[in-house]
Nanobody
Framework: QVQLVESGGGLVQPGGSLRLSCAASGIVFSRYTMGWYRQAPGEQRELVAAITSGESTNYPDSVKGRFAISRDNAKNTVYLQMNSLKPEDTAVYYC?????????WGQGTQVTVSS
């Protein structure tokens, strides 16, 4: 049974920070590329950060310099540190695990950036 469980979402003011966590079970975590995606209402799901088994990272320009992804293989957990948050960052954030063509998704956690 594979599970990805996100935590850490919530309401934050513009300019604030949040740290999301995703705990994985049922997979050989260290072999998977882990990622965070987000989906705002009426929009496509988009990648916000990814980290490979070799710890290479990837970010779109919209979050580069503000977000940082990291992983702790001993804890089977991937993190997303989000700083300088903007209202346009508001979305449901999903944890993703991928190995070749095998993909798993978490249920998502809501992040709302508003004053």
């Amino acid at each position: 049974q594979v599970q990805l469980v996100e935590s850490g979402g919530g309401l934050v003011q513009p300019g604030g920070s949040l740290r999301l966590s995703c705990a994985a079970s049922g997979i050989v975590f260290s072999r998977y590329t882990m990622g965070w995606y987000r989906q705002a209402p009426g929009e496509q799901r988009e990648l916000v950060a990814a980290i490979t088994s070799g710890e290479s990272t990837n970010y779109p320009d919209s979050v580069k310099g503000r977000f940082a992804i990291s992983r702790d293989n001993a804890k089977n957990t991937v993190y997303l540190q989000m700083n300088s948050l903007k209202p346009e960052d508001t979305a449901v954030y999903y944890c993703n695990a991928r190995l070749s063509v095998i993909v798993y998704w978490g249920q998502g956690t809501q992040v709302t950036v508003s004053s």
